[in-house]
């Protein structure tokens, strides 16, 4: 049985996990920009027909903006096979954190603003796709655990977590085209809709596939 | 339950109304001053001024011209302006002359048709503006002088900045880094999309503004005011407009004459705009 952890590289596993803690960081700095709630702040700000015009709107958007950063917690300590083995209860705890979250909370109103998205309607596909199979990919996981399928569960949650990993590679490629190409707005978002979650996904695929065939 | 109770709370907050931050109003005030000195003693002579310019070979025919005075620089002693004539429209400048009791206007603007550079001199004194012509005995033509009358300033929502696009000489992008040693700076233009938005007469919605960066939605901001005759603090947006024969500088403060349309336009664009300041480049949606 393959008990090791899917390292992605040569490089060390602190040397990712420092990695992973800057880009969190990050992400904290965007939620807090949402305390205390307000209609008008940040995103808001451009998306103010919608708060308009759909009342359920905000709420749901403050769900999903709210939740999300306990999704990205599962990043610290599920991939670890070292806290698996030693403090497998860790594992077991954030897992349900992670999958709660993503299951009620975040993968729904995900959807649902993305049915609102900017940038036409390639970009609302886009994100209504990536919640949809975020939803199905970390439902499995959890279903795979219960009938104690190691494996697939492993697949499964790599795969879930390849996607809320979007919500970071989504930002940093739009900093990165806006750095060199400066695009206009809707452009850049059109591109980094698909940009942020597909390559998470194929990668994902691809060191599972590399690992498993071990 | 909690979770109920969560959301019975979220819902009633946001059935408050919007609030608009002060610090948009205060956005309202235009591009910062930069170089010139507004306090120019020679306000009094932006405008528009219309005359009838002599033919040079036929005395009795005359076409009219007009001299859009834009900004008079006492500092420097510059003035720019529009000239227009035969329907034809240029940007032009000079050079300002203080005389005991009067102050002298000396434009120079290319001519297409005879291929070269020409010379306007206009007088203002005693509160008159008159155009003189110099004698040119080699062409046996004698000392022509024109008076030039006050043109009133009429509003027009439809006129439009089309083919013309603004280059924002102040802000300089940020230099990439590159193995040249001198890299020419490069700096944020304005794109043809203000050729069609005219934020005067069309409401604008979210949508048409979305995908503008920010140099398109300050030029769509401050074409309101040129419709207006405001004159710019910042000598660049003055610069621009001039090249426009209906940009007619009358006033500092055109607050009170802006259409309904245009103030809800200028809520709308005061957001995108701050919101592309602080969000474009960086980490973040």
Known sequence: ?214 | MKKLVLLALLVSAASCSLKETEKNEKLLALNHATTVNDDSPYTQLYGAWTGKLPDEQNASASRTVTYIITRIDSKHKTVIGNRSIDGKSQYVHGKVTENQNSLELTFRFWNDKLRKQLEQKLVFENGNLKGFIEASPKDNLPAVEFPLERKKPEYRAEVMTDSVNFIDWDNPKKEKASRKKYIRPSYPVSTEATYVLNASTQKFKESDLKNLKKTDLQLLRNTIYARHGYIFKNENQNRFFTRFDWYVPVSTDVEKDLTAVEKENIKLLVRFEKYAEDYYEYFGR
């Open chain 1, 1 to 214: 049985m393959n008990g090791k952890s899917l390292t992605l590289s040569a490089l060390s596993p602190w040397f990712w996990l420092s990695v992973f803690t800057v880009f969190f960081y990050l992400m904290i700095r965007i939620t807090v920009q949402y305390i205390p709630f307000d209609a008008d702040i940040a995103f808001l700000r451009i998306k103010q027909y919608e708060v308009t015009s759909f009342p359920e709107y905000l709420p749901i958007f403050y769900i999903h903006v709210y939740s999300s950063i306990f999704v990205l917690l599962a990043g610290f300590t599920q991939f670890s096979s070292r806290i698996l083995h030693k403090f497998p209860q860790v594992h077991r705890y954030n897992g349900r954190l992670y999958a709660y979250v993503v299951l009620l909370l975040s993968a729904p109103s995900g959807i649902y603003i993305g049915f609102h998205a900017n940038g036409g309607l390639m970009a609302k596909i886009s994100f209504v796709l990536l919640g949809a199979l975020w939803f199905w990919f970390t439902w499995k996981g959890v279903e795979s655990i219960r009938k104690r399928e190691i494996i697939d569960h492993k697949k499964w949650m790599w795969r879930s977590f390849a996607l809320a990993f979007s919500a970071i590679t989504l930002r940093l490629w739009k900093v990165l085209i806006v750095f060199f190409f400066e695009p206009n707005p809707m452009d850049v978002y059109k591109i980094v809709a698909w940009l942020g979650w597909i390559p998470n996904l194929l990668l994902a695929e691809y060191l599972l596939t590399k690992k498993l065939r071990k």
